[in-house]
């Protein structure tokens, strides 16, 4: 059962990783076009994406650091690595998005 929970999460990691991405996109193209308020809403998806994936995430943590050791495989690193860029990603993204409302207000 272990197993399929440590499958779960890591899919979770990916998905939520991947929502997050996908709305702060979504995000930087509604600013470019002037739409601020959808923009910003895309902004508060993506992070409550990555909120998701964090209590993904705190659950694997939470196993090892009680002596459930996990084997790390490919998709392992591949949900973290999924997940630390969609984190760069959305932070990038609010900067993009700060930048073109200044640009709008000139």
Avoid: P
Avoid at 13 to 31: H, Q, V
Avoid at 33 to 42: N, R, S, V, Y
Avoid at 52 to 69: K, V
Avoid at 85 to 105: G, Q
Wanted: a negative charge; zero cysteines.
């Amino acid at each position: 059962m272990e197993e399929q929970q440590n499958l779960e999460a890591i899919m979770g990691l990916i998905m939520y990783g991947g929502n997050a991405k996908s709305d702060a996109m979504e995000a930087i193209t509604a600013a470019k076009a002037g739409d601020f308020e959808l923009a910003d809403q895309k902004i508060a998806d993506a992070e409550e994406s990555l909120v998701q994936a964090h209590h993904s995430q705190t659950g694997m943590l939470t196993q090892e650091a009680q002596g459930n050791h996990i084997q790390v495989t490919l998709l392992t690193v591949h949900s973290q690595d999924h997940l630390m860029t969609s984190i760069a990603f959305t932070d990038l993204a609010k900067e993009i998005i700060d930048l073109y409302r200044r640009m709008d207000n000139e």
